[in-house]
């Protein structure tokens, strides 16, 4: 009888062990859904401490964000340079660094498409858009290029020499704003408006929304990084380099190389967000156009768990908080726009508390051991 006692328990545990194994799979999928979802409701806990009924915040949200074929347009509007900036981020987090110089690599290539423009503005229509395009790369590769040399060869920490680099561009695209190319047309710091041929197409489908060919230009380069990380031999030395730099070394691979080039393909997709601000919207450079584009993509990157296709959901998601967030002014008594970016910071925390979920899962095995230790004892 005792024996059959054991057998019963033992089986018991294996299974029940068993089921609080999460597959990798799946656990890769709900960690960013329940950090969404734990943001999202600490957001809306803040809104009903404020005095606000937290789903009519929520209605708001959804409304201004997907109420029209407008409001839709400017969320991918929003999202495009998210898509850029958190594929910026994800590429440089898979060679193992910290891409913070995404604002400042936009920045350029944005400058630098719009400075094509104004220079030579009477390229021909199918030609200008790729040589705007094709400086804006140059130009971000070139300052993601700078950070990851001195990495790679002096030694230095990529966040210190981005963060730098951050203030270096803001005061570099004010400067040639203001007094290379400044525009004789208007008092704000920007350039002249680049040539006819330059702009690219807009989607009438969206009632007037800038949304211009970059959106699709975004999702094949979302493409091209997937197939780069996981279909090339490259990409997989970026990401052993990544994973176990001393290993990759052990293997053969230039760990000092990888970063450079992988700094230098995170700065050139970061300067294609200069496509849709330039070519797509304002058909010029305008000082202070990035609503902090490049440290949100931190947030989308980390938030998409470095996947190209996870980039593209974050990049939605946080394309349609900003958009949404845009009618609590209006809408509500208590809370503001503002409220984006706190629930942008509260969706961060969900999910860098990666460490408390693989904690607590550990311990919930350890305390229903003991449980059944005890019970074992007693029987």
Known sequence: MSHARSLFLAIFQTRTSHSLAVPPAMKKLLQPLLALALGLACGLAITWAAGENPWHVLRVLEKSAFGSSYDIGMTLFYATPLIFTGLSVAVAFQAGLFNIGAEGQLTMGALAAAAAGALWPRVPSPLAPLLASLAAVIAGTVWGGIPGWLRARRGSHEVINTIMLNFIAAGLASYVALYLLK?????????PNIGAGYFIHQFAIFGGAPVSLALPVALLVAGFVWLLLWKTTLGFEIRAVG??????RAAGIDAGRI???ALCAAGGIAGLV???????????????????????????ALLGRNRPVGVVVAALLFGALHKGAADLDLETEHVT????LVLQALIILSVSAEGLWNWLTPLRRQNLDQNLGSKQARI
Do not use: C, D
Not at 183 to 191: F, G, K, L, R, V
Not at 243 to 248: D, F, H, V
Not at 337 to 340: F, Y
């Open 243 to 248: 994973q176990n730099e001393a290993a990759a």
């Open 183 to 191: 525009n004789p047309e208007s008092q704000n710091p920007e350039t």
């Open 274 to 300: 200069g496509l849709g601000e330039v070519l797509g919207n304002a058909g010029r450079f305008r000082v202070g156009f990035s609503p902090e584009y490049g440290f949100i993509g931190i947030a989308v």
């Open 259 to 261: 970063r450079i080039i």
């Open 337 to 340: 726009r503002e409220l984006s």
